[in-house]
């Protein structure tokens, strides 16, 4: 099943997991169960957001988050994949649902595109992830580099 959702704290269990699996080390960064969670009930605040969680039975096993922007380029407005993770456990075609559900809220609103970010920092699934994304028909359109910066 999956729900909208407005309380991100239910999501304490698999934010720890992503925790434990991303790749912070590696970026000089600390990721931190309490900040995600801030994160999310911040990025709720917002106008057309939305948090989809996926359940198993009884409990998350799964979220993605989306935001909207209007893009300054062509002023179209856009929905914007934010955190998208399911436990290693559950993956599979439920997890591919919520991107599914996602893609038809933002066209539901209004939106003209949907973008999916593949990160290097949240699991070792970016090149998963790519794939993922391009069997839905998305082409690769940003590179991010990040630098810590000495103080």
């Known amino acids: 099943m999956i729900f909208a959702c407005h309380n991100p704290e239910i999501l304490r269990d698999v934010i720890d997991e992503w925790v434990i699996t991303c790749n912070d080390g590696i970026f000089d960064l600390k990721a931190n169960t309490d900040n995600v969670i801030d994160h ?20 998350p096993i799964g979220f993605i988050g989306v935001t909207t922007f209007i ?12 955190l998208w993770y399911v436990k290693e456990k559950s993956r599979g075609k439920e997890s591919l649902q919520l991107v599914i559900d996602a893609m038809k809220w933002a066209k539901s609103i209004g939106c003209t595109h949907f973008l999916g970010n593949a990160s290097m920092l949240a699991s070792n699934l970016h090149d998963q992830v790519c794939k993922i ?11 991010t580099f990040i630098k810590t910066l000495e103080v």
């Open 40 to 59: 999310l009930y911040m990025m709720l605040k917002t106008p057309e957001t939305l948090l989809l969680v996926l359940m198993d039975e009884q409990r």
């Open 133 to 143: 994304y391009k069997e839905f028909g998305m082409t690769k359109f940003e590179t």
């Open 71 to 82: 893009s300054p380029i062509s002023n179209n407005k856009m929905a914007n994949e934010h």
